[in-house]
Nanobody, 117 residues
Framework: QVQLAESGGGLVQAGGSLRLSCAAS???????MAWFRQAPGKEREIVAA????????YYAESVKGRFTMYRDDGKNTVELQMNSLNPEDTAVYFC???????????WGQGTQVTVSS
């Protein structure tokens, strides 16, 4: 069972940047990895996702051009570089993993990102 731990959240002013990190307890080679977020009163939404098969990375339209996901299978880490942050990016950010199709099986505890205006 893969255990995930996020870090790097915090408070930042609008226009600023943060870099989130997610460390896995074991190799996630062969796993799809993703970042999700959940804002107060809203449903959890996917932010970015990495396919181990193709190497492609999907980004939600709301973050495209501002967020970049990095994956390092050798270090068992994924990171999310977030630039040009705005208050709408305020949420708890989660790292997730799955080995196949369907829903993500493994989740981190989340890290809070707060963007002040």
């Amino acid at each position: 069972q893969v255990q995930l731990a996020e870090s790097g959240g915090g408070l930042v002013q609008a226009g600023g940047s943060l870099r989130l990190s997610c460390a896995a307890s074991q190799s996630f080679s062969g796993y799809y990895m993703a970042w999700f977020r959940q804002a107060p009163g809203k449903e959890r939404e996917i932010v970015a996702a990495s396919s181990w098969q193709t190497g492609n990375i999907y980004y939600a339209e709301s973050v495209k051009g501002r967020f970049t996901m990095y994956r390092d299978d050798g270090k068992n880490t994924v990171e999310l570089q977030m630039n040009s942050l705005n208050p709408e990016d305020t949420a708890v950010y989660f790292c997730a993993a799955k080995s196949g199709g369907g829903a993500y099986d493994y989740w981190g505890q989340g890290t809070q990102v707060t963007v002040s205006s």
